[in-house]
């Protein structure tokens, strides 16, 4: 069978991880309009007959300042050295910029097998895609360039047996049942963070990060979780809770809803909001929320 590793890489919000949760067929990472909704290394499993590809969805390459943006670059350039091959993604739908060109060149010259998504294509005049590839090649990227959409679900089929013939020859290297390498409470920390990412304005969520305090499985079969959303000052946490308490109660509810579907089990979930001035810039604090290099969570 063909078997290994697949990074995938490309610009904050070209799509990555909604196209990885695509492939998977289940949601192993979270998705946001928000740039920097990944912020670690999160593997995806797809295991077939004949095939088994395992995808490391990345933080997307975004130049936002601070150190823990500057750690995110660097998951992202780490894991692209570590794997068989790389998919590229970048979105179609505004066009295939010289920016994206440059982005794709770099990685292809780390001397992997790379593949190219040209995805949201379900969002487009269907006239441009051809147009839009072209640029890709004349670009001077020599690589199968794929056009999809994850969302509408289109050409995904090929576009893995593309990435297929990147891999090795080899056996299984995870257990066949495993399609994500991330415990528990790191994707019900996760489910938490997409809340908040697709309920307040940017400025908010970039400065969020949640650590989860307990998590535990009680004897009536409940989850019992508690966790803190940390945010990075004072003037958000007043935001965060909302009038009387109105905002974080409707996000708490959004997220505590996804929790169980995820853990298909009840959940009494506590949250409390914390702040941690300018977290996103300490070292010690980067790490104790889990994302630092090593970090997964
Ligand atoms: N229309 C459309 N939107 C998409 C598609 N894939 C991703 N998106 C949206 O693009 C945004 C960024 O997606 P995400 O997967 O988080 O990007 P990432 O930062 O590269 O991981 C989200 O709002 C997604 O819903 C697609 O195929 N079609
Ligand atoms: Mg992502």
Redesign the pocket.
């Known amino acids: 069978m063909k078997s290994g590793f697949i990074g995938v890489i ?10 990885v949760n695509a492939l998977v067929g289940e949601k192993v ?1 979270i ?3 928000r ?1 920097q ?2 912020r670690n290394a999160i593997m995806g499993i797809l295991t077939e007959a004949d095939r088994q590809i395992v995808f490391i ?1 990345t933080p ?1 390459i975004y130049k936002a300042g601070t150190l823990l943006s500057a750690t995110m670059e660097k998951i992202a350039e780490t894991t692209a050295r570590d794997v068989d091959a790389l998919l590229f ?1 970048t979105d179609g ?1 505004d066009g295939i910029k010289d920016r994206d060109i440059e982005l794709a060149k770099r990685f292809a010259s780390l001397g992997l097998p790379m593949a190219i998504a040209f ?2 294509i ?2 487009m005049p269907k006239e441009n895609i051809p147009e839009n590839v072209k640029k890709l090649f004349e670009g001077g990227l020599d690589c199968d360039v794929f056009p ?5 679900r289109m050409n995904l089929q090929n576009l893995l047996d593309g990435l297929t013939k990147m891999l090795p020859e080899g056996e299984k290297v995870i257990d066949a049942d495993i399609i994500s390498d991330k415990s528990d409470s790191f994707m019900v920390a996760e489910i938490m963070r997409e809340k908040i990412l697709l309920g307040f304005d940017k400025e908010i969520p970039h400065g969020v990060a949640v650590v989860i305090n307990s998590f535990k499985r009680n004897e009536r079969g409940v989850y019992e979780i508690n966790l803190d959303i940390i945010c990075d000052k004072a003037n958000h946490k007043a935001i965060l809770i909302g009038k009387q308490g109105s905002a974080i109660k409707q996000v708490s509810t959004l997220a505590r809803r996804d929790m169980e579907k995820f853990l298909q089990g009840k959940v009494y979930l506590t949250t409390y909001v914390k702040v941690r001035e300018d977290w996103r810039d300490k070292p010690a604090l980067i790490r104790d929320f889990g994302y630092g290099e090593d970090g997964n969570g």
């Open positions: 490309g610009r904050a919000n070209a799509g990555k991880s909604t196209l990472s998705v946001s309009p740039p909704t990944t969805d997307g993604v739908h995805t949201k379900d969002i999809v959409s994850a969302r509408k």
